[in-house]
């Protein structure tokens, strides 16, 4: 599964994946291989991220959204909480 996490400015993330955890509206939701097809809202809050290399990646987001595709997943954020 490959993940690709886009501010306005730069790319946060572009890579294989073994899951992504992110806050939607309604709580966190987590991405694994073979995710139903999904387009949802984020709102402000910590993204994990498992590569597929195994070192565990997390930042904090300002809102945005997340589509998920043929294991196509895209996470588009307005900027990321320092």
């Known amino acids: 599964m490959n993940l690709t996490v886009l501010t306005p400015g730069k790319e946060l993330f ?3 994946i073994t899951s992504v955890k992110v806050p939607g509206f309604n709580g966190q939701f987590e991405v ?3 995710h139903a097809p999904i387009v949802s809202a984020l709102q402000n809050g ?3 991220i498992l590569p597929a290399s195994g070192e565990k990646v997390t930042f904090s987001i300002e809102k945005g ?3 998920v ?3 196509e997943v895209s996470v588009l954020v307005q900027g990321v909480k320092e």
């Open 46 to 48: 910590e993204v994990r």
């Open 69 to 71: 595709l043929n294991n």
């Open 65 to 67: 959204f997340i589509e």
């Open 32 to 34: 694994l291989k073979n």
């Open 14 to 16: 572009n890579g294989a």
